[in-house]
Nanobody, 125 residues
């Protein structure tokens, strides 16, 4: 059973930074793409970053590109999300996620079979 456990959320001021972490277990971490999503109150869950397992290539939607950086450490079974220049609109629960397919390009919730429990990020103005 794949398990994903996020940490690193919290309350930060506008302009600050956070690094979220997600530790995965239950299968060979290095073989699968990983992703981060977020969900603000009253909004749909939104894709924000993914990193593949072969080339360590990252992909971001235009809404976060330049401020968000995803990375992974296969020796620690951990994926990270660095968020810089935080804005109040970044306030959301951030979820770590992955898929059953080793070759899938993650672009949305429809690509995901496994979710973490989420970590809250709150940005004060």
């Amino acid at each position: 059973q794949v398990q994903l456990v996020e940490s690193g959320g919290g309350l930060v001021q506008t302009g600050g930074s956070l690094r979220l972490s997600c530790v995965a277990s239950g299968r060979t971490f290095s073989a699968y793409p990983m992703a981060w999503f977020r969900q603000a109150p009253g909004k749909e869950r939104e894709f924000v970053a993914t990193i593949d397992s072969i080339h360590m290539s990252a992909y971001y939607p235009p809404s976060v590109k330049g401020r968000f950086t995803i990375s992974r450490d296969n020796t620690r079974n951990t994926v990270y999300l660095q968020i810089n220049s935080l804005q109040p609109e970044d306030t959301a629960v951030y979820y770590c996620a992955t898929t059953r397919s080793q070759l899938r390009d993650i672009r949305g919730v429809y690509d995901i079979e496994y979710w973490g429990q989420g970590t809250q990020v709150t940005v004060s103005s």
